[in-house]
């Protein structure tokens, strides 16, 4: 299976901690995107990060790649109430997105 | 900002019949796909759409399934003969160039009873 598969499934914490999301895959990819869903809404992109970064930033998000490893991670700083949500990796192959089952976070006012 | 639109919100249909969910991507995009995302599962990739053809089309995209590009703005998903298990959101998607960033619609709900 070529998916991205994200940890941990779920994670509660505190408003103002920090969130961290990991997600893993196992063939060689164009690029990875990071997506979040409000509760059975649409997927909203975060980060796309392609396979010869290492790391980019984006507001509060910071996302870091390692291709030797064939992992990602996402980091939220000061964490807020409004980013409880289930976060989304997403690798590209060839010409569509192999998604992740999802982080479910909860952050708790 | 410009953003991928899709109607309708949410489509109830009674088993055996036909819908058409359809789709504006953004405007100068030339990339289109359609995923979809049974509750509680997954999102999966459907189709991708280029050049006014299929680029690619996964195990589920079956001869139920069709894509159009009718006129210049609007993307379409027609599914022939509905099942239950069909029942899912289904979400549009364009780009500008490949491997570019993909932006995805609200999506629609299709209920299949």
């Known amino acids: 299976s070529q998916q991205g598969e994200e940890d941990p499934q779920a994670l509660s914490i505190q408003e103002g901690e920090n969130a961290t999301m990991n997600c893993s895959y196992k063939?060689?990819?164009?690029?990875l995107q990071w997506y979040r869903q409000n509760s059975g809404r649409g997927l909203v992109h975060l980060i796309l990060?392609?396979?010869?970064?290492r790391e980019k930033h984006s507001g509060r998000l910071r996302v870091t790649l390692d291709t030797s490893k064939k992992s990602s991670s996402l980091l939220i700083t000061a964490s807020r109430a409004a980013d409880t949500a289930s976060y989304f990796c997403?690798?590209?192959?060839?010409?569509?997105?192999?998604f992740g089952a999802g982080t479910i976070l909860r952050v708790k006012s | 900002e410009p953003e991928v639109t899709q109607t309708p919100s949410h489509q109830v249909t009674q088993m055996g019949q036909e819908v058409i969910l359809r789709c504006v991507p953004i405007s100068n995009h030339l990339y289109f796909y359609w995923y979809r995302q049974i509750l509680g599962q997954k999102v999966e990739f459907l189709v991708s759409f280029y050049n006014n053809e299929i680029s690619e089309k996964s195990e589920i995209f079956d001869d139920q399934f069709s894509v159009e590009r009718p006129d210049g703005s609007n993307f379409t998903l027609k599914i022939r003969s509905t099942k239950l298990e069909d029942s899912a959101m289904y979400f549009c998607a364009s780009r500008a160039y490949l491997w570019d960033t993909q932006y995805f619609g609200p999506g629609t709900r299709l209920t299949v009873l």
């Open positions: 063939t060689s990819i164009n690029n």
């Open positions: 990060i392609r396979s010869n970064e």
């Open positions: 997403a690798t590209e192959y060839g010409n569509k997105l192999v």
